[in-house]
Nanobody
Framework: QVQLAESGGGLAQAGGSLRLSCAVSGRTFSGYAMGWFRQAPGKEREFVAAISRRGGNTNYVADVKGRFTISRDNAKATVNLQMDSLEPEDTAVYYC????????????????????WGQGTQVTVSA
């Protein structure tokens, strides 16, 4: 069983930065592509960013390109999301997720590809 634990959420002002981290335990971390998703109040969960098993490929939703950066450290079994130039529209609960992909290059944006999920961490951005 794979367990994921997010940290680093909190309150930020518009234009500020936050860094989210997700610690993964239970299986070989490098066997999973990783993703970040978010869910704002009254909205469906949406894709934010993904990174392939070795970190060579990344994908981002258009709204965060150029502002957010996903990275991973396979030795420490962690995946991070650096969020800069935050906007009030970024307010949401952020979830990390693990995708047991057979492809070393996959960085899927598809919710259904992710098998394991963390509990989420709240990010609130004030205007």
């Amino acid at each position: 069983q794979v367990q994921l634990a997010e940290s680093g959420g909190g309150l930020a002002q518009a234009g500020g930065s936050l860094r989210l981290s997700c610690a993964v335990s239970g299986r070989t971390f490098s066997g999973y592509a990783m993703g970040w998703f978010r869910q704002a109040p009254g909205k469906e969960r949406e894709f934010v960013a993904a990174i392939s098993r070795r970190g060579g490929n990344t994908n981002y939703v258009a709204d965060v390109k150029g502002r957010f950066t996903i990275s991973r450290d396979n030795a420490k079994a962690t995946v991070n999301l650096q969020m800069d130039s935050l906007e009030p529209e970024d307010t949401a609960v952020y979830y990390c997720a693990a995708n047991p992909s057979y492809s070393a290059f996959a960085a899927s944006m598809d919710f259904s590809d992710y098998k394991y999920w963390g509990q989420g961490t709240q990010v609130t951005v004030s205007a």
